[in-house]
């Protein structure tokens, strides 16, 4: 059984940072890009990540680039999120994720960022 | 990026079928076939419906249809039953980013 299980959010003040991570299970997970994608209460979907199947070449939305960093161990099947310079709007459900065919996504960790 | 444009909201009743649009541009939904779907339960997680804009995943009942003309990608739902009352995402890759839509909430009657 295929399991995305993503850990590390909880509250923080602006100007704050958090690193999240998600242990992969039951999928070969250095064969994929592999992804975070968040969700504000109430709001939809926003892609923020992705990241090469060797770590290599990551991608960032321009609402978060320059203040987060996404990173992979291979060994440890676990995939990274480190969030620095937080702000009220990065507030949401973090997902990691394997996007397209065979997809998969963990149950999210919650970020609040309150002042 | 901007978020690509699905109608906020769809409904129909059980057996009929609803539509749910995905509007782009040649830069993401028009210019790749790597657009996917994605149904949310309230408080869940989502889950993989549609990929490569017509492709199911195994498990998915073939109710669940996906196509694309141009920009514009399409989900249909056939058949409606009361359990495919979600939000409902399309998503696609966008040249080396990835980018959603705005959600369309389908409400079975």
């Known amino acids: 059984e295929v399991q995305l299980v993503e850990s590390g959010g909880g509250l923080v003040q602006p100007g704050g940072s958090l690193r999240l991570s998600c242990a992969a299970s039951?999928?070969?997970?250095?064969?994929?890009?592999m992804h975070w994608v968040r969700q504000a209460p109430g709001e939809g979907l926003v892609w923020v990540s992705r990241?090469?199947?060797?770590?290599?070449?990551?991608v960032y939305a321009d609402s978060v680039k320059g203040r987060f960093t996404i990173s992979r161990d291979n060994a440890k099947n676990t995939l990274y999120l480190q969030m620095n310079s937080l702000r009220a709007e990065d507030t949401a459900v973090y997902y990691c994720?394997?996007?397209?065919?065979?997809?998969?996504w963990g149950q999210g960790t919650l970020v609040t960022v309150f002042s | 990026q901007s978020a690509l444009t699905q109608p906020p909201s769809a409904s129909g009743s059980p057996g009929q079928s609803v539509t749910i649009s995905c509007t782009g541009t040649s830069s993401d939904v028009g210019g790749y076939k790597y657009v996917s779907w994605y149904q949310q339960h309230p408080g869940k997680a989502p889950k993989l419906m549609i990929y490569e804009v017509s492709n199911r995943p195994s498990g998915v009942p073939d109710r669940f249809s996906g196509s694309k003309s141009g920009n514009t990608a399409s989900l249909t739902v056939s058949g409606l039953q009361a359990e495919d009352e979600a939000d409902y995402y399309c998503c696609s890759f966008a040249g080396s980013k990835y980018v959603f839509g705005t959600g369309t909430k389908v409400t079975v009657l």
């Open positions: 990241i090469n199947p060797d770590g290599t070449n990551p």
């Open positions: 039951g999928i070969t997970f250095s064969s994929y890009w």
């Open positions: 994720a394997k996007l397209g065919a065979g997809g998969y």
